[in-house]
C-alpha cells in the first residue's frame, strides 16, 4: 500500500496570515489549437499567466497543480475559443473552493495571417502579436485582447520641405524659361536631380487593446487587425513586386500623418465598432530623423475604464 504523501498546502496554516490578490504561474510554455474570426483551427506556441486570488486568510497556498492541468487539459482536448476561455476560468475557481472567488489567465502568441500584396496578386505571411486576456471576479467576466500591428508613416513636414526643394530645384533648372517643352520636364522629374529630396518614413507600431463585447461569438483578431490597417492605410507589406512597391510608396505619399494623425484615424475607427466596449492605444513612430521615438495614447474615454496610464 502507497504512503500516503504529505500536503503541506491543504493541512499547514500560514506562517503570517492574511489574503492575497493574485497567486499562480507565469510564462508557462505550452501550445493550443486557436479558432479565431478567420476560420481556421491552428496550432500556436503560447507562453500563459494563471492566477486565482487567495481569500482565505489562514490557508497555506492555493493548489497551482490544478491551474496546470486544466490548462493541459485545454491544450490536448479543446480549441481556444471565447467559450473554452470562460469555461477555463470557472474551472480556476471551481478548483480551488474556499480558497478563491477570482481568476486571471492571458495567452501571449504570434499569430500568422496570409496578406495579399497591394497590386501583384502574391500573398505572404505577416506576423501580429497578441495577448488574450480573460479575468472573473465574483462572477463578473472581462475579456481583453490586444494586438500589435506594424505600418509605415511618412511625416508631413519632411514632406513639405521636400516639396520646397524640388519646387527650388525646378526654379533653377528652368528659370527664365517662359516655354517649357513637356517632354523635357517628364524626363527631368525622373532623375535624382528633379527628386532632389524625399521625406523620411518610419516604420511605426500601433498597440490596441480592446474590450470585447460578451456577446461575440468568435475571437476577434482578424477583424481588430483588419480594422487597424484600414485606418491607417499603410500597414507592413509581406510578398512584394516592383508593382506592390510602387503602390506602398504611393500610399506613404497620399497618407501623410503625424502620430497625432494616426492615433487619431484609430480613435475614430474603434469608436465606431460595437464590438468593443472599451479600447486603449498606443501609437510609437520608430522615428528615422531622431533618436527618439513619437508616441501617442488614448482611450476610448469610459468610466472605469482604461486609463492612459
Not at 138 to 156: F, I, M, N, R, W
Not at 247 to 253: D, I, P, V, W
Amino acid at each position: 500500500m502507497p504512503t500516503k504523501m504529505p500536503d503541506v498546502a491543504t493541512s499547514a496554516k500560514a506562517q503570517v496570515t492574511g489574503t492575497l490578490d493574485w497567486v499562480g504561474m507565469s510564462n508557462i510554455e505550452m501550445p493550443m489549437t486557436i479558432k479565431a474570426d478567420d476560420g481556421q483551427a491552428r496550432q500556436i506556441s503560447t507562453r500563459i499567466e494563471a492566477f486565482v486570488n487567495l481569500a482565505e486568510p489562514q490557508a497555506k497556498g492555493i493548489h497551482m497543480s490544478r491551474l496546470y492541468l486544466a490548462l493541459d487539459k485545454l491544450s490536448l482536448e479543446q480549441e481556444l475559443t471565447l467559450q473554452s476561455l470562460k469555461a477555463l476560468l470557472d474551472t480556476f475557481i471551481s478548483s480551488h473552493d474556499a480558497l478563491s472567488d477570482r481568476a486571471h489567465v492571458s495567452f501571449a502568441f504570434d499569430y500568422h495571417l496570409r496578406r495579399p500584396a497591394l497590386l501583384s496578386g502574391n500573398h505572404g505571411w505577416r506576423n501580429y502579436p497578441v495577448v488574450l486576456t480573460g479575468r472573473l471576479d465574483k462572477g463578473q467576466l472581462d475579456l481583453e485582447l490586444k494586438v500589435d500591428v506594424a505600418y509605415s508613416s511618412t511625416c508631413p513636414c519632411s514632406a513639405a520641405l521636400a516639396r520646397q526643394l524640388i519646387q527650388d530645384a525646378f526654379e533653377a533648372k528652368f528659370h527664365g524659361q517662359q516655354q517649357i517643352d513637356l517632354d523635357t520636364v517628364h524626363q527631368w522629374l525622373g532623375t535624382t536631380s528633379g527628386i532632389v529630396a524625399t521625406p523620411h518614413s518610419q516604420r511605426s507600431i500601433a498597440e490596441v487593446k480592446v474590450k470585447l463585447n460578451d456577446a461575440l461569438n468568435e475571437l476577434p483578431i482578424l477583424a481588430l487587425v483588419e480594422a487597424i490597417e484600414n485606418a491607417l492605410k499603410t500597414p507592413v507589406q509581406a510578398a512584394v513586386k516592383r508593382e506592390d512597391e510602387q503602390e506602398f510608396a504611393r500610399l506613404n505619399g497620399q497618407n501623410l500623418m503625424f502620430v497625432e494623425d494616426a492615433a487619431r484615424r484609430l480613435k475614430h475607427t474603434l469608436d465606431q465598432s460595437e464590438s468593443f466596449n472599451d479600447f486603449w492605444l498606443r501609437v510609437n513612430h520608430l522615428e528615422s530623423l531622431h533618436a527618439h521615438d513619437a508616441v501617442a495614447v488614448d482611450t476610448k474615454g469610459v468610466e472605469g475604464g482604461y486609463q492612459p496610464y
